[in-house]
Nanobody
């Protein structure tokens, strides 16, 4: 059974930075595409960033382009989301999601229904 555990959330001031981590266990992590999503109360979950199994492809929501960077370290079964220039609008619970891919599926998908495994989430709060 694949398990994902997020960490790194917390309280930060407007303009600050945080790095989220997603550690996977129970599967061959190097074959997983991984995405970060976020959700606030009363709103639908939204795609934030994604990375293909090889790391060669990444994608970002327009709202975070130029401020967030997704990366992966397969030797540590970990995907990171470096968040900079944080704004109050970035406040949300951030979820890591993963889906096993074939070698030829080296792309990112931004639909939450395309991901089979989800973490419990980590809270990010940006104070203005």
């Amino acid at each position: 059974q694949v398990q994902l555990v997020e960490s790194g959330g917390g309280l930060v001031h407007d303009g600050g930075s945080l790095r989220l981590s997603c550690v996977a266990s129970g599967g061959t992590f190097s074959t997983f595409a991984v995405g970060w999503f976020r959700q606030t109360p009363g709103k639908e979950r939204e795609f934030v960033a994604g990375i293909s199994w090889s790391g060669r492809s990444t994608d970002y929501a327009d709202s975070v382009k130029g401020r967030f960077t997704i990366s992966r370290e397969n030797a540590k079964n970990t995907v990171y989301l470096q968040m900079s220039s944080l704004k109050a609008a970035d406040t949300a619970v951030y979820y890591c999601a993963a889906d096993r891919k074939e070698y030829w599926q080296d792309f990112v998908t931004n639909w939450d229904s395309d991901y089979s495994y989800w973490g419990q989430g980590t809270q990010v709060t940006v104070s203005s």
